[in-house]
């Protein structure tokens, strides 16, 4: 047996070691930097622990806290952590699972309602089991062994049934053998891998309890879920815990609340946002934007019904594998009808209501069409999760030839609505196919080859950041996804654009080319730039924090009276605005000047007008912005002609 063996890097250099030898001992020879930061390593494609003795030539990396998987490895180990703390604070808990969420980690555990206080003193006791630098050490031991060991815990006894049928949790792949990992006097099951040592968790933060039941079943038990998040050193957190706070102070639901854009009421039901005045101007400008746009980009717009047949969504496909998702169907005297969950297929009997000839091509079918979907209940949130929302929606008929260009025109129309909401960090994801998985994808291998290699095309002349993501296209063809960060650092999917072999053939669509012939090679694109209504507007009042850009802004002017003889004035004022489309409210109230001013700063009206003699006897405004700026005196006639010219140029 050979006694070496060779480590390819992840920059492609090799270098030979001594079989046996570990990860912690390579990233020690790497550098001391890199084995103090050693969170796990990466052996081919599987994590293991740093201690571990590697055997065979492979592929090797050093995770850190910089590797989305280092995190993950990292954030669980602070659960562990935790779970040690709680069984030493509070004995007679048990523990379920602990795994790792988007930011940071959970346990749940069965015990009564946890307090803030309680909080504070499992934090204490953790940061005592980190000073005592426990090693975390991984041991293979038998199901019945551990059966024994975790004799007290019924939900680890039950997982540990499992585990011998489905090889979850703690499972090693060796039939009755499982995982545990070990740190001080603390054990508990899992599958690892995990951080050496316990100093290594320098900064964490538990930062919510909350409700959860044992495998998510309401007929189950109460469990408490506490949160948490970590980091390899004080500043990250202090950073993220900023980040948090900023991020609260954005959150759409509040600030929706707070300047009286939505509601949701109890007798409509959940998930059903009501738009209030304020919010349906916001809704409806960036409509009235989208329809502009569309119209100048040759787009034909049309309207179609919320509900439709059975048998509609039957030809499109999208029964039985949309049904979930969907409301339950309405029996009527002539059939039955669903709530519809997409625009595709009405848009498809549009195309095909006549022929078309190859004149007219291509065809461009917008709507903001209304769609329904069947969420449940515990799943919903603000407007980012809704049971009904209203695309901005088109589907693009065009032959084979057109689709390079018809793609560009779409990503060229994103960019500038991006650059009119002032949108800088966005990126793409192209999303192909893998010819591997036949049965997962329309059996057209000539059109996946050439769209997915004009989609590409098209990123790279447009110089746009994009990532590509094998084996994640739709079935009916490849698409681009727009993706953005939130103001919570979550990844969400903004726009996309998804080209369609599939409607085709189902809606027999075709076109009559230059020699009378019909030709069936119809490609369809979806797209939708702006999202839902629902997700863009809570986006964007995410990003705006409520400031929203005079043209999009509910109230852009507010007129103040400093008594009440410059009320006739005032009301000049207010009707000169208003004739010129803008939309202004007015302060007549008696208060102090601060105290109306203060109020219009907290309702974000972008220009607080104040109006006194002087300025009646000269028919000026007195100006100031809602950030504190005063921009002082200025004749009306100008104040106007200004605001009309901000407005019409978006800024
Ligand atoms: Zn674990
Ligand atoms: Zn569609």
Redesign the pocket.
């Known amino acids: 047996m050979a006694s070496k063996i060779t480590i390819t890097f992840p920059d492609g250099t090799k270098k030979e070691y001594k079989k046996g030898v570990t990860g912690e001992e390579i990233a020690k020879g790497i550098s001391e930097g890199l084995f103090r930061k050693a969170v796990a390593v990466k052996i081919n494609d599987e994590q293991r622990d740093l201690y571990l003795p590697i055997n065979e030539s492979c592929e090797f990396k050093v995770l850190t806290f910089n590797d989305e998987e280092g995190k993950d490895v990292f954030w669980h180990s602070t659960s562990h952590l935790m779970a040690q703390a709680i069984l030493r604070v509070f004995p007679e808990s048990k523990l379920t699972i602990g795994p790792v969420v988007e930011n940071g980690f959970y346990y749940d555990i069965d015990h009564p309602p946890f307090h803030e206080e309680d909080l504070e003193k499992i934090e204490a006791e953790m940061k005592k089991i980190v000073k005592e630098n426990h090693l975390v050490r991984r041991k293979e031991i038998s199901v019945a062994e551990a059966k024994k060991l975790f004799k007290n815990n019924k939900y680890k006894v039950e997982m540990l049934k499992e585990i011998d049928k489905f090889q979850d949790e703690g499972s090693t792949g060796k039939k009755g053998v499982v995982s545990v990992y070990e740190q001080g006097e603390f054990i508990d099951l899992c599958r690892g891998p995990h951080l050496p040592r316990t100093e290594m968790i320098k900064a964490f933060k538990l930062t919510k309890i909350a409700g959860a039941y044992w495998r998510g079943d309401a007929k189950n038990k109460q469990l408490q879920r506490i949160y948490g998040v970590s980091f390899p050193d004080n500043k990250q957190l202090k950073e993220y815990l900023e980040m948090l706070e900023e991020a609260e102070k954005r959150n759409h639901k509040k600030i929706g609340e707070e300047m009286g854009l939505f509601a949701h009421f109890d007798l409509v039901g959940k998930g059903l946002p009501v738009w209030l005045p304020r919010g349906e101007i916001i809704r409806g400008e960036v409509e009235s934007f989208a329809v502009e746009t569309e119209r100048e980009a040759g787009y034909q717009r049309v309207s179609t019904p919320h509900l439709a047949k059975k048998e509609l969504f039957e030809k499109s496909g999208h029964l039985p594998y949309y049904e979930d998702s969907m409301y339950p169907p309405m029996k009527m005297d002539d059939g039955t009808y669903y709530l519809k969950a ?3 297929p009405s ?1 498809h009997l549009i195309f095909s209501f006549r022929p078309r000839s190859y004149r007219e091509m291509p065809v461009r079918l917008s709507e903001y069409g209304t769609c329904y979907r069947n969420e449940l209940s515990g799943t919903l949130n603000g407007l980012l999760r809704v049971r009904i929302l209203r695309m901005n ?1 088109a ?1 693009i008929y065009c032959t084979k030839d057109q689709i390079e260009r018809e793609v560009e025109l779409v990503l060229k129309m994103i960019k500038q609505y991006f650059e009119v909401f002032g949108l800088k960090n966005y990126w793409l994801r192209l999303s192909l196919h893998d010819p591997s998985s036949k049965s997962k994808y329309i059996d057209e291998p000539d059109n996946w080859l050439y769209a997915e290699k004009i989609l590409r095309k098209v990123l790279v002349k447009l110089k746009l950041e994009f990532v590509e993501k094998k084996d994640e296209a739709a079935f009916y063809g490849p698409k681009i996804d727009v993706q953005f960060k939130n103001v919570y650092g979550r990844e969400e999917t903004m726009s996309t654009v ?1 080209l369609d072999f599939a409607a085709k053939s189902r809606f027999d669509l075709y076109y009559v080319d230059d020699s009378g012939q019909k030709n069936k090679d119809v490609f369809v694109i ?1 797209r939708a730039p702006l999202s839902t209504h629902e997700r863009f507007m809570a986006f964007l009042i995410e990003h705006y924090a409520g400031k929203f850009p005079l043209w999009l802004s509910p109230v852009q002017v507010k007129v103040l009276t400093i008594v009440d003889r410059h009320e006739v004035y005032a009301d000049r004022v207010v009707e000169t605005l208003r004739n010129k489309g803008l939309r202004v409210e007015k302060d007549y109230r008696s208060e102090t000047m601060n105290k109306k001013i203060r109020d219009a700063q907290l309702e974000k009206v972008n220009y607080i007008v104040v109006v006194g003699d002087r300025e009646a006897e000269k028919v000026t405004v007195n100006i100031r912005t809602r950030d504190g700026v005063i921009h002082g005196e200025k004749h009306l006639d100008k104040f106007v002609d200004e605001l009309v010219g901000e407005v019409k140029q978006k800024k």
């Open positions: 997409m625009n595709c848009h929606d589907h998804q979806h």
